[in-house]
């Protein structure tokens, strides 16, 4: 159940299947999620927030590893709301011209500066918010009526800057900036390309010098580094989702050669490929299963997530 500006589903209700993995979301806009049931596990390298039945999640513009878990025998569910930047400037400004709401944020913390999601708990307006908004995708009104779904859009952007700061306030506020947006899309979208720091440079319109310091106010790392961590996370999902050999997980994320990809593998996770795996399978009955979903706007293995493809 969804609803669609330009052929994007914007409002979504999400209902898995009987299905257990750790999958790969990539975002092209921003997404505010609240969990109607089960949990949700939000994976960066070996740790993971969970997001419980009732609490709120934002996921910002890029890659995320997450893990839906069912209620005992009833599927997880999940209702997101998608926005753009340009969406959320309208918005914003709509509440200052017709309502004077004068929005400001002081927040800032390093625990949301240098991660790209969220996990709060919700208030009491919020979770009255997504149960009205649940009642309108099963009825499915907002395919027929553009307007009831611009109104609850502008009513959460309310609800959340409304509040006191926040992590969740802090990072709605800062997608306002399109430059930025424009910035870690093209960074997003070359992850796994053969690209060189100076070519992303260029397409992102920097001196090389402007391009590594904006970088690393972005993502809080060097980009050479960045890329490496964003390349081996994925290459540990291949290693245990699939059955491809070391080489061809090393050559598909855009390592090289299999020995510099075996050596920085090791580095940072002190062991092999081969041994990671292994020692994944060994204990498959104790860890989480692992699966990749790449599709556009497709559905797979029961859910359908928003996507762009790097």
Known sequence: MKSQ?????????YVGANFSGIQLLKLSRCAIGYVVRGKRNIYYGDKFHTVSRGELFYLGVGNHYVEDISDGEKPFEQIVVYYSPALL???????????????????????????????TQSTAALRSFFAHT?????EDNFMHDETAENIKITELVYLIVSQSDSCL????????????DNFEQTIYSHIFCDISIEELASKCNRSLT?????????????????????RLMQSRVLLVSTSKSVSEVGNECTFPNTSHFIKLFKKEYGC?????RAVYCSNASQKPSMAVSMSDYGVTNGQSYESVAL
């Not at 649940?134 to 099963?138: P, R, V």
Request: glycine share 2%; hydrophobic share 35%.
């Open 272 to 276: 092999t490929p081969a041994a990671y």
């Open 169 to 180: 306030k802090s990072k709605v506020m800062a997608n306002v900036d399109t430059d930025r």
């Open 89 to 119: 400037q309208r918005i914003l400004l709509h509440l200052s011209m017709n309502y004077s709401i004068n929005v400001t944020n002081t927040h800032t913390c390093e625990k949301c500066r240098s991660a790209n999601h969220v996990v």
């Open 134 to 138: 649940a009642s309108y995708l099963q």
């Open 5 to 13: 500006i330009n052929g994007q589903p914007t409002i979504v209700k």
């Open 210 to 230: 402007s391009f590594k310091k904006e970088f690393k106010r972005h993502f809080s790392a060097p980009p050479h580094r960045w890329f490496i961590h964003q």
